[in-house]
């Protein structure tokens, strides 16, 4: 049986025990010891949930070969997790195994990219089938696969959103938006908001807003970020600005029917397009909830107001729904239509092929054209295997009962969450919706100063040690990012919530003990 967070804040002498070496859990009917913890702390006797799976002997490199090969012959750039990083073996739907056979729930889903489960039986059975018969002949030929997948995509498109160009990436599929935009409108200035990601190449950089994603070289020219409409860090914000089932802890006189915070926001909004862009401009991005940045939701309604300016401007408006698409919000299938808009191009990634590169614009037939002014060409697009694996994660979705499932299972674990933030001091901010959370740490929640990257790390490190994986994210890499593939059950969840819990308790334990 899982104890819930709340059965533990009550009954803990019960469920903690002295210094020993811990079992943190069994895996496989086997148990799995785990390094000596330390002193003075808790033991946590929850068990991690049951899982049938049996995963198959590692046979690979040793583990410090794979660390040697990993620095002399992998870019320095390409940073681990953790001080000593995992050596994922196999994974299964929620969980991934190790080189040693540990099991760890994953609330990382690779970075917000595994949307039905690790090799999701129904989307293996796919790509294998597709590979049999046909890995790859480009674009340039019929297929049936792209033709297929197109059609069933865009039948979950409102409006006139129907033509789809399939990519590789993110960043790629944003790239191309941005091309488009530039085209249709002929004009050149794009505006994003601070605290956004938007990909990584030259091109993209320039709006991507995060400044530890910048290098001091040129890159995407005419790009212009605006004020982050954040409630929870920024100068406005207050009680029920949020489309969440938990809101901040700021206080605010608004009605329902107003919200002050957003009217601010819009009117810093305005003063970039008065002042920063010319009387025309091509586009304005935006991610419905902001991934990298923490899941940085904007006040309601002011997604919708800074498209009708944008428009009034002659831009189009980019949907960035790389990580919010494909039902992980919970309540729709696209992020954007929480914010009751419909955008002009809208691009999706990660999610799209549970893992497989993956990606696509999809637009207008009038937006479309506009590409065609000169040749472009994508060798890897539409390619037979990945048609069929977005094809099968869609059936998934569908058949799983995916989408409820996030509503369902991210309500409960951001309302768990939100007792935490009430019992610990440093946790400021409890916010997103669905499968798509944030819990950013403060020093206090007064000042909301970012919690030092020592303590942040200390934290995340007790959570994967008590077989938990979540990401970190925010300018300050102040916000921890629960992202899980959304097959994830109440069960896991509040195994989850009773590791968090004892991983803040023992931060506790250190912060008391330097004092």
């Keep these: 049986m899982v104890c819930s967070a709340r059965l533990l804040l009550a009954r803990w002498p019960r469920f903690w025990a002295g210094n020993k070496p811990r079992v943190a859990r069994t895996v496989l009917g086997r148990e799995v010891h785990q390094h000596q913890k330390p002193k003075n702390s808790f033991c946590l006797q929850t068990k991690m949930p049951p899982c049938a799976f049996l995963p198959e002997k590692y046979e690979s490199y040793p583990y410090e070969q794979i660390r040697k090969i990993r620095r002399e012959n992998v870019f320095p750039s390409l940073h681990t997790y953790y001080k000593r990083p995992l050596l994922i073996h196999q994974g299964h739907m929620q969980w991934l195994f190790d080189s040693e056979g540990r099991r760890y729930l994953d609330l990382f889903a690779g970075i917000s990219t595994v949307s039905v489960g690790h090799c999701h039986?129904?989307?293996?059975?796919?790509?294998?089938?597709?590979?049999?018969?046909?890995?790859?002949?480009?674009?340039i030929y019929l297929h049936p696969g792209i033709q297929e997948y197109a059609e069933?995509?865009?039948?979950?498109?409102?409006?006139?959103?129907?033509?789809?160009?399939?990519?590789?990436?993110?960043?790629?599929?944003?790239?191309?938006?941005?091309?488009?935009?530039?085209?249709?409108?002929?004009?050149?200035?794009?505006?994003?908001?601070?605290?956004?990601?938007?990909?990584?190449?030259?091109?993209?950089?320039?709006?991507?807003?995060?400044?530890?994603?910048?290098?001091?070289?040129?890159?995407?020219?005419?790009?212009?970020?605006?004020?982050?409409?954040?409630?929870?860090?920024g100068p406005w914000g207050g009680s029920h600005c949020r489309d969440s089932p938990v809101?901040?802890?700021?206080?605010?006189?608004?009605?329902?029917?107003?919200?002050?915070?957003?009217?601010?926001?819009?009117?810093?909004?305005?003063?970039t397009l008065q002042t920063c862009v010319p009387n025309k401009i091509a586009a304005f991005i935006a991610e419905p909830i902001q991934g990298v940045n923490g899941a940085v939701q904007f006040p309601k309604g002011f997604l919708k107001e800074a498209y009708q300016l944008v428009r009034e401007r002659g831009g189009v408006c980019i949907a960035d729904e790389v990580q919010t698409g494909f039902a992980r919000t919970g309540s729709h299938f696209w992020g954007f239509q929480g914010h009751d808009v419909i955008p002009d191009i809208v691009?999706?990634?990660?999610?799209i092929g549970n893992g497989f590169p993956m990606a696509a614009v999809v637009t207008t037939a009038e937006i479309a054209r506009a590409l065609t002014e000169s040749l472009h060409f994508n060798t890897f697009g539409g390619n037979p295997v990945a048609c069929v694996v977005g094809s099968a994660v869609l059936d998934a979705i569908a058949e799983d009962g995916?989408?409820?499932?996030?509503?369902?299972?991210?309500?409960?674990?951001?309302?768990?969450?939100?007792?935490?933030?009430?019992?610990?001091?440093?946790?400021?901010?409890?916010?997103?919706?669905?499968?798509?959370?944030?819990?950013?740490?403060?020093?206090?929640?007064?000042?909301?100063?970012?919690?030092?990257?020592?303590?942040?790390?200390?934290?995340?490190?007790?959570?994967?040690?008590?077989?938990?994986?979540?990401?970190?994210g925010g300018m300050y890499l102040q916000t921890f990012r629960i992202k899980p593939p959304m097959c994830i059950t109440k069960e896991d969840a509040d195994f989850a919530v009773a590791v968090f819990h004892e991983a803040l308790i023992r931060h506790m334990e250190r912060t008391t003990a330097e004092k």
């Design 347 to 351: 691009t999706m990634a990660k999610g």
């Design 247 to 271: 809101q901040t802890i700021r206080k605010c006189s608004c009605s329902s029917a107003t919200c002050h915070a957003k009217d601010r926001y819009i009117e810093q909004f305005k003063d």
């Design 402 to 472: 995916l989408q409820k499932n996030s509503e369902d299972v991210g309500t409960h674990l951001l309302l768990e969450f939100a007792k935490l933030r009430d019992k610990f001091e440093i946790i400021g901010d409890v916010r997103g919706k669905g499968l798509m959370i944030g819990i950013e740490m403060v020093k206090n929640k007064e000042t909301r100063q970012p919690l030092p990257a020592e303590e942040m790390n200390q934290i995340w490190e007790d959570c994967k040690d008590m077989g938990v994986l979540i990401g970190k």
């Design 152 to 233: 069933k995509l865009a039948a979950l498109l409102p409006g006139s959103l129907k033509v789809i160009y399939l990519t590789n990436s993110g960043t790629e599929a944003n790239d191309l938006a941005v091309l488009i935009a530039r085209l249709f409108t002929h004009s050149d200035d794009i505006i994003c908001l601070r605290g956004s990601y938007h990909g990584g190449s030259a091109y993209i950089m320039g709006i991507t807003a995060i400044g530890m994603y910048k290098h001091g070289v040129a890159n995407g020219a005419n790009c212009h970020s605006t004020m982050l409409p954040d409630v929870f860090r």
């Design 121 to 139: 039986p129904k989307v293996t059975a796919a790509a294998q089938k597709q590979l049999g018969r046909l890995g790859h002949t480009s674009n």
